[in-house]
């Protein structure tokens, strides 16, 4: 698996509604930009050999440098499926909601739920926001939260970008009620 790119951002947010935050909250994503393994082949039935041949390399290559970049222990996370315009949405989502590429993430975070994803279409330069959920309970309010990111020549028209973001908390002064006060 070869990428042409790869992308790390890290954000910290030391101050939100004029107050400090402490600790300090902070975001890493990281993301490679590689060739669509369906790129020019027209539509593709079955999608299982580009799969197998790209999504466990691409997870293995990215969870561990996510976590090295957050730098602190992880309690949200997500994932991003970005393809150009000659691709498909379905190229991005069979690369990420796979096992295959998720448990990677997942081992490495000691996480129980689902990663929450997006995908979509676009041309280089498209912003996009990557969906971050409580890695352990999907329930917890103060950690569903997004990361807008944007790569400037990315992806090219026969190329897909792959990030997985994670952060150190929820977001900075969330003020709501855990969800059992509704129920």
Same mark, same amino acid.
């Given at each position: 698996?070869?990428?042409?790119?790869?992308?790390?951002?890290?954000?910290?947010?030391?101050?939100?509604?004029?107050?400090?935050?402490?600790?300090?909250?902070?975001?890493?994503?990281?993301?490679?930009?590689?060739?669509?393994?369906?790129?020019?082949?027209?539509?593709?039935?079955?999608?299982?050999?580009?799969?197998?041949?790209?999504?466990?390399?691409?997870?293995?290559?990215?969870?561990?440098?996510?976590?090295?970049?957050?730098?602190?222990?992880?309690?949200?996370?997500?994932?991003?499926?970005?393809?150009? %315009?000659?691709?498909?949405?379905?190229? $991005?989502? !069979?690369?990420? @909601?796979?096992?295959?590429?998720?448990? &990677? #993430?997942? *081992? +490495?975070?000691?996480?129980?739920?689902? %990663?929450?994803?997006?995908?979509?279409? $676009?041309? !280089?330069?498209? @912003?996009?926001?990557?969906?971050?959920? &409580? #890695?352990? *309970? +999907?329930?917890?309010?103060?950690?569903?939260?997004?990361?807008?990111?944007?790569?400037?020549? !990315?992806?090219?028209?026969?190329?897909?970008?792959?990030?997985?973001?994670?952060?150190?908390?929820?977001?900075?002064?969330?003020?709501?009620?855990?969800?059992?006060?509704?129920?």
């Amino acid at each position: 698996m070869k990428y042409r790119k790869l992308v790390t951002i890290v954000e910290e947010t030391t101050r939100e509604g004029g107050r400090d935050v402490a600790p300090v909250a902070r975001v890493a994503i990281v993301a490679a930009i590689i060739d669509n393994p369906w790129a020019g082949q027209g539509f593709v039935e079955d999608l299982n050999a580009g799969i197998d041949a790209v999504a466990s390399d691409l997870g293995a290559l990215l969870a561990p440098k996510v976590m090295e970049a957050l730098g602190a222990p992880l309690e949200a996370y997500g994932k991003a499926a970005i393809v150009g %315009l000659d691709g498909e949405i379905e190229h $991005g989502s !069979a690369l990420i @909601h796979t096992l295959k590429f998720g448990n &990677h #993430f997942r *081992d +490495a975070a000691q996480a129980t739920t689902l %990663l929450p994803a997006v995908e979509k279409r $676009g041309p !280089a330069g498209v @912003h996009f926001d990557i969906p971050l959920k &409580h #890695f352990t *309970d +999907a329930t917890i309010r103060s950690h569903h939260q997004s990361v807008e990111v944007s790569i400037a020549d !990315a992806p090219h028209p026969g190329e897909i970008i792959i990030a997985l973001a994670a952060a150190t908390g929820g977001r900075p002064q969330q003020r709501l009620a855990a969800l059992s006060t509704e129920l």
